[in-house]
T-cell receptor
Framework: DSGVTQTPKHLITATGQRVTLRCSPR?????VYWYQQSLDQGLQFLIQ???????AKGNILERFSAQQFPDLHSELNLSSLELGDSALYFC??????????FGEGSRLTVL | AQSVSQHNHHVILSEAASLELGCNYS??????LFWYVQYPGQHLQLLLK??????LVKGIKGFEAEFIKSKFSFNLRKPSVQWSDTAEYFC??????????FGAGTTVTVRA
């Protein structure tokens, strides 16, 4: 158990819909990262937050957004979903620039 | 922008064989280097990391990696693999922009 909690574990929805994925970091970790893992794209960095502020941005689509709340949990919002958004979405947390601890992921299936 | 290249997409070997997975990165500044493992159906777990000091780092489960700065490489090794080492292995690099970039991953299949 890494200490990073992600919900939901599985999610099935239809194209055009919107979903929210939630992540609770390890106790004491200020940084939260979001990654998308798919068979054809591998593990893609989406975005990082540090203590509520966006710190780094990767290959995140405009239809996607994220935020980190004062209690340090984070949410990833995915809207206008397309079939190609089906993937495993991982959240990770870290203390500063240390190693990342990953959650078990949220598997999104868009039908 | 930094990039991470893993040389092998899929490696198949027998138990007790030696394993070496290549990883190269493109970034000229100071980097932190990591190897993560993802067992089937599980999340990524850290095998080992290099921040500074001895370029030969030892991780969990008998894995080690060597940082060769002149070659921009951080290859992972294990002298004798077990069936339980079947997993996907990811090399990752963090540079000054805080982003942790992953390679495409190498699937390792160990046959009993």
């Amino acid at each position: 158990d890494s200490g990073v909690t992600q919900t939901p574990k599985h999610l099935i929805t239809a194209t055009g819909q919107r979903v929210t994925l939630r992540c609770s970091p390890r106790s004491g970790d200020l940084s939260v990262y979001w990654y998308q893992q798919s068979l054809d794209q591998g593990l893609q960095f989406l975005i990082q937050y540090y203590n509520g502020e966006e710190r780094a941005k990767g290959n995140i689509l405009e239809r996607f957004s994220a935020q980190q709340f004062p209690d340090l949990h984070s949410e990833l919002n995915l809207s206008s979903l397309e079939l190609g958004d089906s993937a495993l979405y991982f959240c990770a947390s870290s203390q500063g620039v240390g190693e990342l601890f990953f959650g078990e992921g949220s598997r999104l299936t868009v039908l | 922008a930094q990039s991470v290249s893993q040389h092998n997409h899929h490696v198949i070997l027998s138990e007790a064989a030696s394993l070496e997975l290549g990883c190269n990165y493109s970034y000229g500044g100071t980097v932190n280097l990591f190897w993560y493992v993802q067992y089937p159906g599980q999340h990524l777990q850290l095998l080992l990391k290099y921040f500074s000091g001895d370029p030969l780092v030892k991780g969990i489960k008998g894995f080690e990696a060597e940082f060769i700065k002149s070659k921009f490489s951080f290859n992972l090794r294990k002298p004798s693999v077990q069936w339980s080492d079947t997993a996907e292995y990811f090399c990752a690099v963090r540079s000054n922009d805080y982003k942790l970039s992953f390679g495409a991953g190498t699937t390792v299949t160990v046959r009993a």
